[in-house]
Structure formats: structure tokens, C-alpha cells
């Protein structure tokens, strides 16, 4: 039920996907509490974040930052003018929120939440972290000094009290999916598999490589396969491509299985909507945190992890193939996703 309070909150999370839709969820969680709700979202300047707000929330005002991530090796040169755009950012940031007066932050990693958490602390201003990943993020690693409080996805992430196991909120659809939703996609026969592939929210030449030879042998399944290259495919009629979806979510809500990286936001919607799949984790993940949170899902027998060096085609397309799909009377009934309602109920200056 709305209520009449009135809330002022600072968001910011971003770069990718996997950062801005855990925000982006909880946002649209409050707005269903809050009649008179005002947020301010920090966005990465050209990414995601900043894209999709204005149509994913258009009540947010939106202020673009420049920080941008360090290079690495950490000693490059141009880490001294990233640190100086961070600055910056956090002089800006402090400006407009000793104006706006926030009652909290919600800051969901990426590099854009560091000048943001800094401004908060400087202004006494609380704020909270949210990490999806197994392992913390560097900007969540900085800012958890000073945060009330670290929402975390796993378990075995929390450090000391201050972490609140939460899970990591996905977004949900409001209404009732029947399967028919593939058809939208292209999907004329329903009771074959639907596998969805994708390489996280920035896509991934490899999985591309690799379905390329699963498509030369296996004819039964369909594939809504999301890629930058799409003409790639065009000669194999079970495959139905895609440069980006915007509500990949509802998708899940009616597919049978997943190819993918091992994004944690990714996993997370695996769980929430109880797919089978392939996992292949991004080896370039910092700290290999993407074979980390893979492993953690890996659970009887619906999750394959594999290497991206070492796959087999027959035994790769053996486990798709053992997948069950859903009926086609099949209809999706929403559902709470538990993780935002532990991240509102943990967050005191929610009344
Ligand atoms: C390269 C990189 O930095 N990767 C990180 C990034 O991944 P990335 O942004 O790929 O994150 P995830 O795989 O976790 O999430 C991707 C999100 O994009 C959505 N989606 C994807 C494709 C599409 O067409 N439509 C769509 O809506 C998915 O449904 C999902 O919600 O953030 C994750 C969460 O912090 C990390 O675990 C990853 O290691």
C-alpha cells in the first residue's frame, strides 16, 4: 500500500547490467511504498545505466558522472587523472546532495559509486552497499568502510556484522506470463526446449564461437541467442537472434534453460526462476569471482560450469538435451523476489 511520507534517496550503481538492475529493482520496490518519492540517480557517463533509466524509471533524475574505472597495471599513468575525475565527481556530488538533502544512498558497485559514497560520508549522509558478487567489488571494498551497512548475495561474502546476507534482487514481472510469450520471439513450436543465450549484459564473442558448433549439429531446440553478430546465424532456422532485450526476465520467466557467463546478476536470475544451464564464467573477472559465484549455484545437476578452453560439443549438447521443458499451457504467476524485501526491511530509515 502507498503511503503519503515523502522519501528523498541518492542511487547510483552502474557500468553494467549486472550493477544498475539490482538498483533498478529496489527502486521500483520503494516507488510501490513511496507516493512522494524523489530520487536522484549518479549514472556512468555513456553506460548502461544511463541508457535505460530513462525509460526504466523516469521519475529518477539523472546527473552523469566522469569517473571511469583504473587501468591496469595499477601504475599507469592515467590513474592519476582517474583519480583526479573522482574528485571531482565527489566535489559535484557533495554540491548537489547538501541541497537535496537524501535521508540515505543505495550504491550497488560499479566505479561511479565511488565519488557518490565518498560525497555521502563527507555530508554524514548513511548509505548502503549492495554487492552481487561472491567477492567484493574494488568500489564496494572502498566504500564498505564507511557504509551502515553491506548487503550481500552470498553467504560467504559478509566480513563482520555490518554485512547483511540479502540475496541479490532481480526484476520481476508484475503480471502472469503464459509460454505463448515465445512466440513474440519468433518460437512457433512450443513444446520443443527454449534456451536462452547470452553473454551477460555486454555480450561475449566466445559463447558466440562455441554455439556456432552446437547450431552446425543440433537441429531440435530452439535458441533466442542474443549476439552482436547476428547475421552469423542467420542460416539456422531454430536460432532467433538478438542485438539486446530489454525484459530478458520475463523470457526466463517462460524458457526452459540458459547458456551464459556467470554474471551474479545472471545467476541470480537463474535461480529466481528456476532455469537449468550451462554456465561458462568470464575468465577476466576479477578475481575469477565469476567462477566463484558459478560454482556456488552449481546444484543437483540443473547447472553445468564449464571451461570455455575445454568444451566438448556432443557432451555440451547431451546436457541441453536432458533439460525439461515447460508445457505449453505453462503460465508464469509473479512472485516476490525475498532479496529486495530483505534489503527494504534492513535499511533503518525505511519506517
Ligand atoms: C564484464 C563485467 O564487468 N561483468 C560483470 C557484470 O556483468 P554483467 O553486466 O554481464 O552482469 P550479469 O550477467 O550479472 O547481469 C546481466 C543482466 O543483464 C540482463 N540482460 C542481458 C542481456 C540482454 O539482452 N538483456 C538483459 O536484460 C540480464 O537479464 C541480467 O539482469 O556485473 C556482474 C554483477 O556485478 C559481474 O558478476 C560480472 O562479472
Redesign the pocket.
Same mark, same amino acid.
Given at each position: 500500500m502507498k503511503n503519503n511520507k515523502e522519501l528523498k534517496v541518492v542511487f547510483s550503481g552502474g !557500468? @553494467? %547490467? !549486472? =550493477?544498475?538492475?539490482p538498483a533498478l529493482s529496489v527502486l521500483k520496490y520503494l516507488n510501490k511504498y513511496y507516493n512522494k518519492l524523489e530520487v536522484i540517480y549518479f549514472t556512468t557517463k555513456g553506460r *548502461?545505466e544511463e541508457k535505460k533509466l530513462p525509460t526504466d524509471f523516469p521519475k529518477a533524475k539523472l546527473i552523469s558522472l566522469n569517473t571511469k574505472g583504473l587501468e591496469r597495471p595499477l601504475y599507469n599513468v592515467k590513474n592519476i587523472n582517474r583519480a583526479f575525475e573522482v574528485l571531482s565527481d565527489t566535489r559535484k556530488v557533495e554540491k548537489i546532495i547538501k541541497e537535496f538533502k537524501p535521508v540515505f544512498g543505495f550504491l550497488t %558497485?560499479g566505479y561511479v559509486t565511488v565519488p557518490v559514497g565518498l560525497a555521502l560520508k563527507k555530508q554524514n549522509i548513511p548509505f548502503y552497499l549492495h554487492e #552481487?558478487?561472491s567477492t567484493l567489488?574494488i568500489s564496494n571494498k572502498v566504500l564498505s568502510r564507511w557504509a551502515k551497512k553491506v548487503f550481500v548475495s552470498y553467504e560467504e561474502t559478509k566480513l563482520n556484522d555490518k554485512f547483511i546476507f540479502t540475496g541479490n534482487p532481480?526484476?520481476t514481472p508484475e503480471k502472469e506470463i503464459p509460454r505463448t510469450y515465445l512466440r513474440n520471439f519468433g518460437i512457433k513450436d512450443l513444446n520443443k526446449r527454449c534456451i536462452l543465450v547470452?553473454? %551477460? $549484459? /555486454?555480450g561475449s564473442n566466445e559463447i558466440d564461437e562455441l554455439m556456432y558448433k552446437v547450431y552446425e549439429k543440433e537441429k531440435i531446440n530452439n535458441y533466442i541467442h *542474443?549476439t552482436k553478430n547476428q547475421e552469423k546465424f542467420k542460416q539456422f532456422p531454430n536460432v532467433f537472434t538478438?542485438e539486446? *532485450?530489454?525484459? /530478458?526476465?520475463e523470457l526466463?520467466a517462460v524458457s526452459d534453460g540458459v547458456v $551464459?557467463? &556467470?554474471? &551474479? @546478476? @545472471? /545467476? &541470480?536470475?537463474i535461480q529466481f526462476y528456476d532455469l537449468s544451464g550451462i554456465l561458462i564464467p568470464?575468465k !577476466?573477472?576479477?578475481e575469477n =569471482? #565469476?567462477l566463484k559465484?558459478a560454482l556456488s549455484l552449481k546444484k543437483e545437476g540443473k547447472i553445468a560450469v564449464i571451461d570455455e578452453e575445454k568444451v566438448e560439443t556432443d557432451e555440451f549438447i547431451n546436457f541441453l538435451n536432458h533439460i525439461q521443458p515447460k508445457n505449453t499451457e505453462f503460465i508464469y504467476t509473479p512472485k516476490i523476489n525475498k532479496a529486495t524485501e530483505n534489503i527494504i526491511n534492513n535499511i533503518d530509515e525505511i519506517l
Open positions: !557500468g @553494467t %547490467g !549486472g =550493477h544498475y538492475y *548502461i %558497485g #552481487q558478487n567489488g532481480v526484476r547470452f553473454g %551477460g $549484459s /555486454l *542474443i538478438f539486446y *532485450i530489454e525484459n /530478458l526476465y526466463m $551464459s557467463r &556467470a554474471g &551474479a @546478476t @545472471t /545467476l &541470480a536470475e568470464w !577476466g573477472s576479477a =569471482h #565469476q559465484n
